[in-house]
């Protein structure tokens, strides 16, 4: 683990202060766990654009104009204020994941999100990455037909390797595909106390129903969560401090495990 004095990060400290009860959260403290030194990254809005993709789809395949820079909530097809229903995210949420092209394995990085995995594993910090993405195993409701290939996951896999976040290998390592509702609660299980996240319900049910830690990029649709144990950026540049630091928290309070196999990254 890195022991390098950092700098103070001005943008950093004034989100802090607006965390009610505290950051890290104090009732993450007081839990006296010892918790490994593994952050959980969501992959879609931490890591790569799929918002931004997939309405460049859904514009083209139904003739409107839809921004997802306008939306104010994470689900566009609920969302008032955008030209989508419901039904049509959802069918064109399927065809778009059943993409062998273009789909999946088109997404672009996020401004600083591979520099701030690097500079995250280089401070000795474990760097997972827990994501839905659509499977042979989905399968319609009603009818139990499967709805999606695989073409998306193996796309995924691909991806990670091409923007740079590890090889084939370690990305394989590293990736864990999981439904949102079930990250929160595996989370605790096994002790990890960070995610990052984009989506505002995730990052209220691991900080509040399960007592961890979220850290929220940016983003139009969760643009007003306050809430215990939930650190919202400004700036995706302060990323990786906002990890680093998180974890330098609780190492001072004696909640880290210290086996040195725990802090291999």
Request: with cysteine; proline share 6%.
């Amino acid at each position: 683990m890195s022991t390098a004095k950092r700098k103070p990060n001005a943008r950093l400290a004034k989100a802090a202060k607006l965390v009610p009860f505290g950051w890290p959260p104090a009732n993450l403290i007081a839990q006296k766990r010892e918790f490994d030194r593994t952050v959980v990254f969501d992959l879609h809005g931490p890591i790569v654009d799929w918002s931004g993709r997939f309405c460049e789809y859904a514009s083209i395949k139904l003739g409107r104009d839809i921004d997802a820079s306008k939306m104010v909530h994470y689900c566009s097809g609920y969302d008032a204020g955008m030209p989508i229903t419901p039904r049509e995210f959802f069918e064109l949420f399927w065809a778009f994941a059943a993409l062998s092209n273009g789909g999946y394995d088109s997404l672009k990085a996020q401004p600083h999100a591979v520099e701030s995995i690097h500079k995250i594993q280089k401070a000795g910090i474990k760097v997972q990455i827990w994501t839905y993405v659509p499977g042979p195993s989905d399968a319609d409701s009603d009818t139990l037909i499967s709805l999606d290939t695989g073409a998306s996951q193996e796309g995924t896999l691909r991806l990670l390797e091409k923007i740079g976040v590890g090889s084939a290998r370690e990305v394989r390592r590293m990736v864990r595909f999981v439904h949102p509702e079930h990250k929160a609660a595996q989370m605790g299980k096994e002790s990890l106390p960070l995610i990052v996240e984009d989506h505002p319900a995730t990052a209220v049910m691991h900080s509040m129903a399960y007592g961890g830690a979220t850290i929220l990029v940016p983003e139009t649709y969760n643009s007003n969560i306050t809430a215990p144990g939930i650190l919202r950026l400004d700036n995706r540049a302060d990323l990786a401090d906002a990890v680093i630091g998180f974890f330098d928290g609780l190492g001072h309070a004696g909640c880290l495990n210290i086996d040195p196999e725990a802090d291999a990254s």
